[in-house]
């Protein structure tokens, strides 16, 4: 076997390419070996590629497409030569010689490029982690510098509060009335926290109750107030007036009737006397008498029924009257205690305001 083939064989075998049986030579490979090295190889050095079969299948029509993509992937790689599926499928010693070295070269190539960027990896994690222990080793450093320096303040500021103590005693010891000022100060201060916050509440709650009393509904004013009442005044003296003078004119009728009815009495005892004693005398005197006080009875029935007619209508209008008065004061009460009501409301908003606007003592 050629020196050169040996070569192109071994490193097909380091590069990690399986060698088909029976394969001792590139030269007078068949097309299957051809196949199964060169699909091996595009695997190794795609890596993430395609993967293409390794043995030709039976159908003529499979066999020319693996071998046309087969083909195509290598040409992609770079090789110049002239490449189908009829170097695959009907192979030369010259051909296939050429074409398994290009693909020796790239494996070899691959390979190179694989464990340099391995050895770059390799280097910048040990730089990486060199870089954080570095890190870590300044961060302790830090850490245990911060710490030192923070005992140191506490120290120190422990050191300064003994001392600030010390002279306030020594202070205050000398001049006692100086702390007992200081006392009364921090009361004073204490006090005018107090009443500032105070002042600040009361002035908050002044203006929700400022705010609520624009919200309500607007009261009439006083004026119209005492207007409705001196019209309901003026109008209760006119309807006493009225009254007044239907008194009057009830007394002076009733007094009228008291003298009708006299003189009646009167000439009816003169007229009754007279018949009377025309009747002793004879039948027709007698008659006329009978007839006199048969009429003396209808006019006093007749009477007693206009006078009993009379008081029931008065009655009736009487108690009319005490009806719609009544009606009417109850009323005016109505108005009169709703006009009240609506004052006694004023009187408190005017009341609150005013306390409102009082300072505080």
Do not use: W
């Amino acid at each position: 076997m050629d020196e050169a083939h040996e070569i192109l064989l071994s490193s097909l075998k380091s590069s990690g390419v399986s060698l088909p049986v029976g394969v001792s030579s590139i030269k007078d490979s068949s097309s299957a070996a051809l196949v199964s090295i060169c699909a091996q190889s595009l695997r190794l050095i795609l890596d993430s590629g395609p993967s293409f079969p390794t043995s030709l299948p039976a159908a003529t029509a499979e066999r020319f497409k693996i071998c046309a993509e087969l083909a195509a992937a290598i040409k992609s790689l770079g090789y110049r030569e002239e490449l189908g599926f009829h170097q695959f499928l009907y192979p030369s010693d010259e051909e296939s010689n050429k074409l398994v070295r290009f693909l020796v070269e790239r494996l070899s190539k691959e390979s190179s490029e694989g464990k340099k960027v391995d050895t770059i990896r390799s280097v910048n994690i040990q730089s990486i982690e060199l870089h954080i222990q570095e890190l870590d080793a300044k961060v302790k450093s830090s850490q245990q510098r911060v710490m030192g320096l923070k005992t140191k303040r506490n120290v120190a500021e422990h050191s300064l509060t003994d001392k600030r103590m010390k002279l306030e005693d020594t202070f205050y010891s000398e001049q006692p009335e100086v702390k007992e000022k200081l006392i009364q100060l921090k009361e004073i201060e204490e006090e005018i926290e107090a009443t500032l916050t105070e002042i600040s509440k009361r002035e908050a709650e002044h203006l929700d109750l400022l705010a609520e009393f624009e919200e309500q509904p607007k009261l009439p004013c006083r004026k119209s107030y005492i207007e409705r009442i001196t019209e309901i005044t003026k109008n209760s003296r006119k309807l006493d007036a009225d009254i007044k003078q239907i008194l009057k004119e009830t007394r002076e009728l009733q007094l009228e009737s008291n003298l009708i009815q006299e003189r009646l009495h009167r000439t009816h005892a003169v007229v009754d006397e007279t018949i009377f004693r025309e009747a002793k005398k004879d039948a027709v005197g007698r008659q006329a008498y009978r007839l006199l006080t048969s009429i003396h009875d209808s006019f006093q029935q007749i009477a007693d029924a206009i006078l009993a007619t009379d008081r029931a209508r008065r009655e009736a209008a009487a108690q009319e009257a005490k009806l719609a008065a009544l009606s009417s004061r109850r009323f005016d009460i109505t108005k009169l205690q709703a006009d009240l009501d609506s004052i006694r409301t004023e009187n408190e908003l005017l009341e609150q305001k005013c306390h409102k606007s009082l300072p505080l003592s």
